[in-house]
């Protein structure tokens, strides 16, 4: 698997990194969204540099302009709930790009710290062929990640597979690489310190879902 840390070249992210961590900020739930928003527009902007391009002519007013565009089409794919703010940015610049939405939750089973990742809600297109962008704000354990992509798979196998996700814990990093092929793109905003005993990513910023859209039951 491919590692991309976005945020180890100073930009304007760390900025709007900072803010959606900030627990002042995280209090206005118009701005986190928006945050997110443009945290998932950067993203976009440094995926479609590894995106295979094509030849293409373009007719001006003036004459014709020989420029590229993307080669392939592209699926984004978003994970419910927290992944919808940051799929609004990936859409703002992929704008032709098609929209798959799956639901991905920890269920604790024994109503302890023990969880199973259930993966139950999905309408997507194919991915035959495509640009695949799975986007999720936070990586803590992985689980919910490849239990997606196995779910997405069993018909359709894209092109190309790019992962993006706002904030990652080293574990759950480690285990995408343990559990995914090499063509696969990692693509991350900050890399944090660990998991705590509740596989929460330290130091985070907490429920990404909850400061977007409320607490939910």
Same mark, same amino acid.
């Given at each position: 698997m491919h590692i991309h840390y976005i945020s180890e070249q100073n930009s304007v992210l760390n900025h709007f990194l900072a803010q959606i961590r900030d627990v002042n900020i995280q209090k206005d739930s118009m701005r986190f969204? #928006?945050? $997110?928003?443009? $945290? /998932? &527009? $950067?993203? *976009?902007?440094?995926? *479609?540099k590894q995106l295979e391009y094509k030849n293409l002519e373009i007719q001006t007013p003036l004459g014709i302009k020989k420029t590229t565009t993307i080669a392939n089409p592209i699926? !984004?794919?978003s994970i419910l709930r927290a992944g919808l703010a940051l799929h609004q940015g990936f859409i703002n610049y992929f704008d032709e790009a098609e929209n798959g939405f799956v639901s991905a939750y920890r269920h604790h089973y024994n109503n302890d710290d023990a969880f199973d990742i259930l993966v139950e809600y999905q309408a997507t297109p194919s991915f035959? /062929? #495509?640009?695949?962008?799975l986007v999720d704000p936070? %990586? =803590?354990t992985g689980q919910s990640i490849v239990a997606v992509l196995n779910k997405l798979h069993v018909e359709h196998q894209p092109k190309e597979i790019h992962? =993006?996700?706002v904030i990652a814990a080293p574990e759950g990093v480690q285990? %995408?690489? &343990?559990? !995914?092929p090499e063509n696969v793109h %990692?693509?991350? /905003? =900050? %890399?944090?310190?660990k998991l705590n005993e509740k596989n929460y990513i330290v130091p985070g910023l907490g429920d990404a879902g909850d400061l977007a859209y409320g607490i939910k039951l």
């Amino acid at each position: 698997m491919h590692i991309h840390y976005i945020s180890e070249q100073n930009s304007v992210l760390n900025h709007f990194l900072a803010q959606i961590r900030d627990v002042n900020i995280q209090k206005d739930s118009m701005r986190f969204r #928006k945050n $997110i928003e443009r $945290i /998932g &527009e $950067i993203m *976009s902007y440094e995926i *479609s540099k590894q995106l295979e391009y094509k030849n293409l002519e373009i007719q001006t007013p003036l004459g014709i302009k020989k420029t590229t565009t993307i080669a392939n089409p592209i699926v !984004l794919c978003s994970i419910l709930r927290a992944g919808l703010a940051l799929h609004q940015g990936f859409i703002n610049y992929f704008d032709e790009a098609e929209n798959g939405f799956v639901s991905a939750y920890r269920h604790h089973y024994n109503n302890d710290d023990a969880f199973d990742i259930l993966v139950e809600y999905q309408a997507t297109p194919s991915f035959e /062929g #495509k640009n695949m962008i799975l986007v999720d704000p936070m %990586l =803590a354990t992985g689980q919910s990640i490849v239990a997606v992509l196995n779910k997405l798979h069993v018909e359709h196998q894209p092109k190309e597979i790019h992962i =993006a996700v706002v904030i990652a814990a080293p574990e759950g990093v480690q285990y %995408l690489q &343990e559990q !995914l092929p090499e063509n696969v793109h %990692l693509w991350v /905003g =900050a %890399l944090d310190e660990k998991l705590n005993e509740k596989n929460y990513i330290v130091p985070g910023l907490g429920d990404a879902g909850d400061l977007a859209y409320g607490i939910k039951l």
